[in-house]
């Protein structure tokens, strides 16, 4: 029989609605954090920061001890898993991440093998072990990974782009090449996630930050079939532990897709109205999100009514609060203790 979670995130989860939404942010451990700064500093860089067990734990606890989260998100990062499978990766400092570049059959020949990922991931998996003895007991404690369409975006081009041109490009000019990408990347992130999970995660979350650009029959085979692929098999090896996904600006798509999927929860970004979330997506369970980032940053009453409005709005069914997307690093950390109140309030 499976016990009844106490964890307010987990009960949310489990399709519970509760009087006040349990809480937490999307990269709140992050730069706008004079603590995340140091931590980084003491690292060296960002990437160190991520394999420094200890240290990355570290991170991940800061805005739990400054605001008392209900979540804690492993602090990691969704590129980390191309590293692991023979790509090169590292951050410019200002600009963001490079890669070396998956655009070949040949290139896709010479990646590592799936199985042998958590030689460079075994860190992370540490990181987690800490965690699950350092949080507090009504923490809930969330691992994660990029998506494939997400993920390939960045192989392929070699860096963050504003329309994942070059993916696309691929996708039209050597399918075969690209759909080959996908099932490594899909199969890969069943392993990681389900490390992960072996860890101590008790929650995963898949995030398809660039969802929003597959269109029509696109976005069923690209963000919709690879998610599914990930979830039934996470349910088959791991059925009690939910699972969070986030096919970020996937407009009218976000309807359906838990049910398409089998997504516990779906995460909205900020251009969703949360009313009609609350119609369209909330009645097939649970929801996350979905304050602007920008009220971290400008603050006053605008924050405290957006905050009640989308408290409001999900009322009625289960509910996660968090932002539509990542805390920025000119946010101010008063902000994220009054849209805390006015959650709590
Ligand atoms: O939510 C969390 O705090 C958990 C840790 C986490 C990070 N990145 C830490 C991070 C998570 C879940 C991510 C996800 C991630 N990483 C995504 C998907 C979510 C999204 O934001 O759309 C993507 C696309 C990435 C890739 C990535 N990592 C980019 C494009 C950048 C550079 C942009 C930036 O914000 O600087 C990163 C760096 C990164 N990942 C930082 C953090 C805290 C900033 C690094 C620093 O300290 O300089």
Redesign the pocket.
Known sequence: MPHTPTKTLLRALAGESLPVPPVW???????YLPE??AT?AEAG??LS??YNSDLAAE??LQPIRRYGFDAA???????LICQALGAKLW?E?G???RLSTITTPSELAALRPVADIHETLAPIYQTLRILTRELPRDTTLIG?A?APW?VAS?MIAGK?TKDQGPAHALKASDRATFSALIDILTAATIEYLSAQIDAGAEVV?L?D??AGTLQGADFDEFAVRPAAAIIAELKRRHPGTPIIA?P?EAKTRYAGFARATGADCIALDNSVDAAWAAAHVQVDGCVQGNLAPEHMVTGGAALVTETRRIVDAFRGGPHIFNLG??I??DADPDNVQRMIDAVRG
């Open positions: 942010m999307m990269r709140q451990a992050g730069r995340y700064r980084r860089d960002f920061l991520c991170v991940t998100i492993l602090f990691a990062d969704i590129l951050f400092t600009e963001g991440p994660f990029g997400t960045y963050g979350k995030f930050s660039w986030f970020r997307h990542g920025t690093p």
